[in-house]
């Protein structure tokens, strides 16, 4: 999956404020299936930290920013 495929709609938005990152489109695309309550249609989770799409994002207290994220389970252990 590549969200900045060429000529797709798909980029990532942030679903709340300090809330997760989503894969999303305002248009219905490959990869961004599912309509949101807001505007447009959102797909996988992305990872605050690695920025890739995964199945699931956890919520951590990211320290090098000093608020609060949302990161892979990869990224979270290492954030421990
Ligand atoms: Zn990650």
Same mark, same amino acid.
């Given at each position: 999956?590549?969200?900045?495929a060429a000529g797709s709609t798909v980029g990532t938005k942030r679903m709340w404020a300090n809330?997760?990152?989503?894969?999303?489109?305002?248009?219905?695309?490959?990869?961004?299936?599912?309509?949101?309550?807001?505007? !447009?249609? !959102?797909?996988?989770?992305?990872?605050?930290?690695?920025?890739?799409?995964?199945?699931?994002?956890y919520r951590v207290f990211d320290r090098l920013q000093g608020q609060q994220s949302w990161f892979c389970a990869m990224c979270k252990n290492r954030a421990k």
């Open positions: 999956m590549t969200p900045a809330g997760p990152l989503r894969l999303w489109s305002p248009i219905r695309a490959s990869g961004c299936q599912m309509p949101l309550a807001n505007s !447009g249609f !959102g797909g996988a989770y992305v990872c605050g930290a690695c920025l890739v799409p995964v199945a699931g994002v």
